[in-house]
């Protein structure tokens, strides 16, 4: 084939030699018949005749040097490029439809790329795996988002050698970091020593981290920047190496700067820096487990040998892992549970996942939603694809005595469907690129759903060569497919009878019209029930909220551990801003909590109730820890007992009262109607746990981790010195810009260098949560009404082709005597068919297609009756609407002008 292409590129030279050769052989000839006796004019047509032909010779020859198809394909789009000129409304309005249809499936691509498909930039990938704990722990602890393990676990897999060429752990964090100045909230990782070495990485300056950077907890105050970080913290210096930071006001010392392009495994959280394993004490206060096998709270990824498959890895590692929990069931410091647990401790496993992508909350997250879009723009595409297919019929139709006089004249069925392909392919490319264009400001668009923070570290709305290849193909295949009906057409009327029939009259071309209308209305019905489904789960959901009034609610952040306090100062701090924020004039209430809510995490644990019996909780349940007047602040209601008070948040050493507050869903799940007051609970599901905690009150459902969800909750008080920060929320009363400065003010005066996290209102953080449903409602209701539009436009195509096709027949009823009504019935009926047959094709489909929804609805059923009555009730008065316009004008047909047309 590429032999072939450069002789394209050599064809003006390669005429001229093939020119003058076979002039040279026909001289020759000529000359020889001369010698015989033949006058030199019989001669050269005696030999012309010999050689058979110069025209067809040129043509067998030039299909040597060039495949006849990809010469004819040149000629073709020349041909057509031409044509489109002399038509600039049919041309504007294909490339438009192709435009509109490639640029939205370009940019949801582009996010499943980025945020599903794409691999890392790490070497080999595709044999990366992530090890995942299937079956019942011993945990005592774990925080994280899933997938989690201890970091002693870590160290075991690392000596399985004979499965794997090196294992790494990783966990994502936050830190509070200063390069020389403030002190700001930045993500990090915290990584151990064989992170890098394993996935291939290598540094832009300097050196990263190796084992010998992961041994003795504390010993390596030592961190590796990211390429985007050097660059934009340190301008590129070339002397960042050997520069201190401060990380949580601990000094680390700057070794090098990872590989550029390298952002770490997680594609929503971007890491400006990696610090090692041994400093986890550092980057997260407090915590001093990090060799204790009971706490899970990092993920493990392995390099699978090149002999080595993810299924032999797997069983392979079992017996192991069997006798490596017998033995951690037989340490002293292994807790006590009861014997059933045990057993199904002793029975779990150790599960292996293809780990190309990394790990990413994000992607589990928004994999689903994605796909979703992606499969609505696929399927605008196709009504695109359709709609230029039945444009380019009726240019046919209107084309169809200089297509039939080509046929005439002998040019093959073959060759003219070729030449109609070649169209629809030029259209497709043309509009393709029009769509690339528009790509990156349609990826901006979509990428502007999602929170800010993660927008701009994660996602990209630039055109890289991966999309343009994308739209590309994209382009070819939807030419192909617009083109495959006016082509198939071209090939199947009587030359005859096209001959002699008047031009636009071919009721093939009609059919074939009205059958892709019909199928324009299916499709379109479906992306308009999915739109109406989505749109009806975001206003549920805006409807029910979080369970309590967001209005006049501020929310905000402080972690005073994290920027070198004690606990004890820290607490101090929290309470004292705390009481200076309640002290002010334009705040109502305020209170502090320890786990934020609304941001889809939560502090989870099971629960064992001592009520009547004792009851181990059979799934884990929502923990929070609380300041008196939370539920107050919140406009939460407390339906039975009482609320805390400041006594309860005492140390019991001074009085204080070891309660809690258990929410409605607790009540009603593990009490069965009866009063949970005077009940106690205690956390944890072992046997030696004590359930010491009176339950005092039950408080309404609120959400926690996001606004869809009713769990199981339970509430205790925030005790002094047993938080290292929180969580403020604080009811205003005035403005909130004033109301912020105010706080702001506050927590300077406290601490000039303390960083505020976020501070947002409550609304905007509802918001946040629901950006996923709000990014489904907004699209699919965009696809939506754009697929309607298509289909309308189709619809009023057909019926207008048929008002012009019947203009006689039209012309002889009125003469006849039919009425208005009758007539315009008479064009109404056709696009009533097609809507009705349309919407029976489409219904099967929406309850096929809801159950791949399902999971992304809420309060609303997939084949809710009235969603799919009010969009095909809405469809129907669309498609009449659209039919009546051109069906109207049949009434202004003069019957005598209409029985004179030839």
Known sequence: MLPQLFNWFRRRRLETDFSRELQYHIDRRVDDLTRSGLSEAEARRQATLEIGGVTQIREEVRDVWLSRWVRDFAYDLRFSARSFRRSPLFTATAVLSFALGIGATTAIYSLVDQVVLHALPVREPQRLVVFDWKGVTASVNAFGTYNLLSYPLCRDLQQQERFFDGAFCRAATTITLSTGGDHVPTAAEIVSGSYFPVLGIQPSIGRLFTNADDGVPGANPVVVLSYDFWHAQFASAPDVVGRTVLVNRHPMTIIGVAARGFRGIDVGEVPSLWIPA???ADAIPGFDQMLNRRVRWMQVFGRLRSDVTQAEAQAGLQPWFKAMLVEDAGRPEFPKITADRRQRYLASALELAPAAQGHSPLRRRLSQPLWVLFGATGVLLALACMNVAGLFLARGSARGREIFTRLALGASRGRIGRQLLSDSILVALAGGLLGAVLAP?????????????????ALQSTLNPRLLVFAILVSVTAGILSGLAPAIQAGRRSLMASLTERAGTAAGSLRLRRTIVTAQIAVTVILVVGAALFVRTLTALEAKGPGFDTSNLITFGIDAVRNGYSRESGDRLIRGVHDDIRALPDIQSAAVVNNPLLIGGSWNMPVTIQADQRIITDREVQLNAVSPEFFTTLGARIVAGRDFVERD????????????????AFAKRYFNGRSPLGAHVGLGSGPDTKAAVEIVGVASNISYRGVREEWEQAFFPLVSCATSGGTFYVRIRGSRDAAIQSIRAVVHRADPTLPLGAIRTLDEQVSRSLTTER?????SAGFGALALLISLVGLYGVVSFTVTQRTREIGVRVALGATRAATIWLLLRDALVMTTAGIAIALPSVWA????????????????????????????????????????????????????LD
Request: with cysteine.
């Open 775 to 779: 990014m489904l409602a907004a699209l």
């Open 849 to 900: 297609l809801g159950r791949v929804i399902e999971s992304q609805l809420y309060d609303v059923t997939p084949t809710d009756p009235p969603t799919i009555a009010a969009a095909t009730a809405f469809l129907c008065s669309a498609a009449l609407m659209a039919a009546l316009i051109p069906a109207r004008r049949a009434l202004a047909v003069n019957p005598a002008d209409a029985l004179r």
């Open 649 to 664: 948040t005492l140390p019991a050493r001074e009085g204080g009262l070891c309660v809690a507050i258990v929410n409605e």
């Open 441 to 457: 400001w349609v990826m901006a668009a979509l990428i502007a759903f999602l929170p800010r923070d993660v927008a701009a570290t």
């Open 278 to 280: 041994s400093m986890s």
